[in-house]
């Protein structure tokens, strides 16, 4: 067996249908195996908060090893965790190939898994992961305004603190009573579909649950961005959540059922020689990370997967290509971009600084540190706190950046960062950047 971390990392498939996986002694022992690995290492202890969580408990036992931690305190250390998989796939050295074979969110998704069967979820959770018929709710005529009136209500955030478990102080997103998908006028053909080399020039759009109800305007300065460059567009208006909610819940079981719903919409699409993309990060990687590895041998899911993009992987692949147009109207100044975490670990590299980049008069600094937002983790009245604490370094690194503009590529991030600057700052989405950019 050969040892070593030369090599490109493997994350394995998750054998989540095993009988192995939700097997309390099994994962007990798998838990302490890799916890006993991370002590010794602490290479990742700037992350988030599992690992500070680990090592408290290792330093404060009677041995100061992990024999020494109460086994029924190791789902502190799974609490913590929001599966941004920033720890397997841009620090440890012990993943796969390595013979130690460690892969911390795998993990942390089958301690979740296991807790989500044995009924230890509350119903906070269960709820706000239901994004569609939440957010179908909330975005309904009448019923959006007053959604959009409590969150700004001192009192009413109050009690939802006490009674729900959601922050008095969490950024909450706006719901807009005209979701994207009942828009018209959204698609946009082209005098002549000009294929690339990995690239059909025609974009079936996947609005997301987040792009839908809360941010349609990214949608929209996407659309805008693709159509000025010369790429049919679509919106695709029968598809369901991505399933990374229920996935952070360990509710594997949903992200199946919901997988099985989008499957024949995004196939569709892709016989009618559309690529897909998605404005949101988790959502991407949903599909071309984390439901690839849930079915791998899934052919349906692998040919999604070939044909899913990242807004700027997809625009700098056409660039390559001599198919962008890059005589931009206006400089962007200063720009403080912040490199979203589930942007980052689908290793395609920094496609929207390069970009951004072209546009002439912009100079780009890209902060490479978690926002603290994480889908649910920032709202929620226990991990608040450590949220804003993970967001302190990124939000520092924009006020020193004296930026003209700032943003992220997860709206949910860029939100994050202006609740933690003073005043009345707002990001902006990169696309949105260059849609100023071309002045369309």
């Given at each position: 067996m050969?040892?070593?971390?030369?090599?490109?990392p493997?994350?394995?498939?998750?054998?989540?249908?095993?009988?192995?996986?939700?097997?309390?002694?099994?994962?007990?022992a798998?838990?302490?195996?890799?916890f006993?690995?991370?002590?010794?290492?602490?290479?990742?202890?700037?992350?988030c908060?599992?690992f500070?969580?680990?090592?408290d408990?290792?330093?404060?036992?009677?041995?100061?090893?992990?024999?020494?931690?109460?086994?029924a305190?190791?789902?502190?250390?799974?609490?913590?965790?929001?599966?941004?998989?920033?720890?397997?796939?841009?620090?440890?050295?012990?993943?796969?190939?390595?013979v130690?074979g460690?892969?911390?969110?795998?993990?942390m998704?089958?301690a979740?898994?296991?807790?989500?069967?044995?009924?230890?979820?509350?119903?906070?959770d269960?709820?706000?992961t239901?994004?569609?018929?939440?957010?179908?709710?909330l975005?309904?005529?009448g019923?959006?305004s007053?959604?959009?009136a409590?969150?700004?209500?001192?009192?009413?955030r109050?009690?939802?603190?006490?009674?729900a478990?959601?922050?008095?102080?969490?950024p909450i997103?706006?719901?807009?009573?005209?979701?994207?998908?009942?828009?018209?006028?959204?698609d946009?053909?082209?005098s002549?579909v000009?294929?690339?080399?990995?690239?059909t020039g025609?974009v079936?759009?996947?609005?997301?649950?987040?792009?839908?109800?809360?941010?349609?305007?990214?949608?929209?300065?996407l659309?805008?961005?693709?159509?000025h460059?010369n790429?049919e567009?679509?919106?695709?208006?029968?598809?369901v959540?991505?399933g990374?909610?229920?996935?952070?819940?360990?509710?594997?079981?949903?992200?199946?059922?919901?997988?099985?719903?989008n499957l024949?919409?995004?196939?569709?699409?892709i016989?009618?020689?559309?690529?897909i993309?998605?404005?949101?990060p988790?959502?991407?990687l949903?599909?071309?990370?984390?439901?690839p590895?849930?079915?791998?041998?899934?052919?349906?899911i692998?040919?999604?997967?070939?044909?899913?993009?990242?807004?700027?992987?997809?625009l700098?692949?056409?660039?390559?290509d001599?198919?962008?147009?890059?005589s931009?109207?206006?400089p962007?100044?200063?720009?403080a971009?912040?490199?979203?975490?589930h942007?980052r670990?689908?290793?395609?590299?920094?496609?929207?600084?390069?970009?951004?980049?072209?546009?002439?008069g912009t100079e780009?600094t890209?902060?490479e540190r978690?926002?603290?937002?994480?889908g649910t983790?920032?709202?929620?009245?226990e991990?608040?706190?450590?949220?804003?604490?993970?967001?302190?370094?990124?939000?520092n690194?924009?006020?020193?950046?004296?930026a003209?503009h700032f943003?992220s590529?997860c709206p949910?991030a860029?939100?994050?960062?202006?609740?933690?600057?003073?005043g009345?700052?707002?990001a902006?989405?990169?696309?949105?950047?260059?849609?100023?950019?071309?002045?369309?």
């Amino acid at each position: 067996m050969k040892e070593g971390s030369l090599e490109a990392p493997k994350r394995e498939p998750l054998a989540w249908r095993s009988g192995d996986f939700t097997d309390e002694t099994s994962l007990y022992a798998e838990m302490e195996r890799v916890f006993d690995i991370c002590h010794g290492c602490r290479r990742c202890v700037s992350l988030c908060d599992s690992f500070p969580t680990l090592f408290d408990l290792v330093d404060e036992s009677e041995t100061f090893e992990v024999d020494g931690v109460d086994k029924a305190d190791y789902m502190k250390v799974v609490d913590q965790c929001y599966l941004c998989d920033l720890c397997a796939e841009t620090k440890c050295p012990y993943l796969p190939p390595h013979v130690w074979g460690v892969d911390f969110p795998h993990l942390m998704l089958r301690a979740k898994t296991y807790r989500f069967k044995q009924g230890d979820t509350r119903w906070r959770d269960r709820l706000i992961t239901s994004t569609d018929p939440i957010f179908d709710f909330l975005s309904t005529p009448g019923i959006s305004s007053v959604a959009n009136a409590a969150a700004g209500s001192r009192l009413l955030r109050g009690i939802g603190d006490k009674a729900a478990g959601i922050h008095a102080d969490a950024p909450i997103p706006p719901f807009t009573s005209k979701p994207v998908v009942k828009r018209a006028g959204l698609d946009r053909s082209v005098s002549e579909v000009r294929p690339g080399t990995r690239t059909t020039g025609r974009v079936a759009i996947y609005v997301t649950c987040y792009g839908d109800h809360n941010e349609p305007e990214v949608v929209e300065d996407l659309i805008a961005v693709l159509h000025h460059n010369n790429v049919e567009v679509k919106v695709l208006k029968d598809s369901v959540c991505c399933g990374m909610p229920k996935l952070e819940l360990g509710d594997l079981e949903k992200v199946a059922a919901l997988k099985e719903v989008n499957l024949p919409v995004f196939l569709r699409a892709i016989d009618d020689g559309y690529d897909i993309i998605a404005p949101i990060p988790s959502c991407v990687l949903m599909y071309k990370q984390e439901l690839p590895l849930m079915f791998p041998e899934d052919e349906q899911i692998n040919r999604i997967k070939a044909a899913f993009f990242d807004p700027f992987e997809y625009l700098m692949l056409r660039h390559k290509d001599d198919l962008i147009d890059t005589s931009f109207s206006k400089p962007l100044g200063k720009v403080a971009y912040h490199v979203a975490c589930h942007q980052r670990v689908q290793n395609i590299g920094m496609k929207t600084r390069d970009f951004l980049n072209l546009i002439p008069g912009t100079e780009v600094t890209a902060i490479e540190r978690c926002s603290g937002h994480d889908g649910t983790y920032a709202i929620k009245s226990e991990t608040y706190d450590k949220a804003m604490k993970i967001a302190r370094p990124v939000v520092n690194a924009v006020q020193k950046s004296t930026a003209d503009h700032f943003g992220s590529d997860c709206p949910m991030a860029g939100r994050m960062i202006s609740h933690g600057l003073p005043g009345d700052e707002h990001a902006q989405h990169p696309i949105s950047m260059v849609r100023s950019a071309y002045n369309i």
